[in-house]
């Protein structure tokens, strides 16, 4: 796991004692909003949505995890509620972390610190950026951007989109299902992207490039 590549062996053998692996089948909740932290997750198969619902009962999803990466790094260093939401996309397998092990032995390990550190800091980036799409572009530019795995969807990078619903899709670029048909009309009439089957293939890789910086 990337997180923990880099650990000593001596840190790495606590490590296997104190993770957890337990399984949950596609649709089933992980970890909940506003609930109280557990512990450090990691996804060590399947794919599991991390998202938040809105006051108005809306899904905003904010990235999907898969094989071999962390999610809940937040809450499980503060202590305070789950930030988000986490569910089974597919059956998979996560393995849990109990916080006060995490916190043990990133005041023995400064290298574990440290990833965590780095990978509290490319979090904070991707969400800064997902930000600046929400505030700034139009739904066609984050669709774009979407497809290109810029502007914090870098995450998502290898979630193949003909394996997400237009509700999915939608849920990812924070709008709805009705405005993104509208953003991928105006891609398939401008040329950019065509569909085959379920999957989307890119035509035009210069113009959706300029689509997703306007």
Same mark, same amino acid.
């Given at each position: 796991m990337p997180l923990f590549i #880099?650990?000593?062996a001596e840190t790495q053998a606590r490590l296997d004692e104190h993770i957890h692996v337990r399984k949950y089948s596609s649709g089933q909740?992980?970890?909940?909003?506003?609930? #109280?932290?557990?512990?450090?997750?990691i996804t060590t198969s399947g794919l599991v949505r991390i998202y938040r619902v809105m006051i108005d009962g809306r899904v905003h999803v904010h990235h999907y995890v898969r094989p071999f990466a962390t999610f809940n790094m937040t809450s499980a260093l503060d202590g305070r509620?789950?930030?988000t939401s986490a569910e089974a996309v597919t059956d998979?397998?996560?393995?849990?972390?109990?916080r006060a092990e995490l916190l043990d032995l990133m005041?023995?390990?400064m290298v574990l610190m440290q990833s965590c550190l #780095?990978?509290?800091t490319l979090q904070n980036r991707q969400?800064?950026?997902?930000?600046d799409d929400l505030g700034f572009r139009t739904v066609p530019a984050r669709l774009a951007r979407l497809l290109l795995h810029r502007g914090g969807f870098e995450t998502e990078v290898n979630i193949p989109l003909d394996t997400l619903s237009q509700d999915e899709i939608a849920a990812v670029l924070g709008t709805s299902r009705e405005v993104l048909g509208r953003a991928l009309r105006q891609l398939y009439d401008l040329g950019l992207v065509r569909r085959e089957?379920?999957?989307y293939v890119i035509i035009d890789p210069e113009g959706l490039e300029q689509l997703a910086e306007e």
């Open positions: #880099r650990l000593s909740s992980i970890v909940l909003e506003g609930h #109280r932290p557990t512990g450090l997750c509620p789950n930030p998979c397998q996560v393995g849990w972390l109990p005041q023995q390990d #780095r990978m509290l969400l800064m950026e997902r930000i089957g379920r999957s």
